[in-house]
């Protein structure tokens, strides 16, 4: 079995810069768009397992001797799409806000000081970013799309012909994803997200030089400046 290009979920925290999200497809993406751009020296890359498990994995590492010394700010990164009518952002906040410890960003890419002072910097970084909704895969269809444009048009008739045209943005766009990556991966048909991203095969199917990457990059940059 083939593994992972950033190797096993890291425990240990000795780079300044931690970017926590839900899965490991955010976790790999991540991984392998800082090293595209050269920033991979400063940063950690890990996930909590899921959105709700975001602030608990948080509490769980806050004690950490590693985390402690060596993290400066922490970037949770979460879908942006609505749980039950509540926005993500805001469910977020509220759970930062009970910890009593962490600081509690008022918008989207806010970087905040923490409550207790030993405790690193904090920020929140919503996907596809803050007032649009979706999630990882909404930002990479624009990249695949690009890179497979005779697919545009007749996928978007598909979606529109199926149940799936009254589904939310953030199932739309998995749906599409994984059509996608079925008539384009030839040797692996089955191949989603997290796998182009785990085996490190953005570049033949989701680019990530794609101008739709570019503003994460440039806040990654300014995050570690």
Known sequence: MMMSKCG???RDYK???LILGEGTTEQNFFYHLLK???????????????????????????NSEDFIDNVKAVLLVADNDDINGSNRFDILQSRLRNTNCWGIPDTP?????????NLPKLAIMMLPE??????IETLCLESALHKWPDIKDPLNIYINQSPA??????QISV??????????????????????FYYDLSDKYVPLNHPCFEQIIQYLKTFSS
Do not use: R
């Open 8 to 10: 096993k979920t890291p």
């Open 15 to 17: 780079k300044q810069y």
């Open 36 to 62: 595209k751009n050269n920033l991979l020296d400063n940063y950690t890359t890990d996930y909590a397992g899921g959105f709700d498990n975001l602030v608990n994995y948080l509490e769980s590492i806050k």
């Open 109 to 117: 890419l806010q970087l905040v000081d923490a409550i207790e002072s």
């Open 130 to 135: 803050a007032g649009k909704d979706g999630n």
């Open 165 to 170: 045209a009254t589904w939310n943005i953030s």
């Open 175 to 196: 749906a599409k994803m994984e059509c996608l990556l079925g008539a384009v991966c030839k040797d692996k048909p089955e191949h989603s997200l997290h796998n182009i």
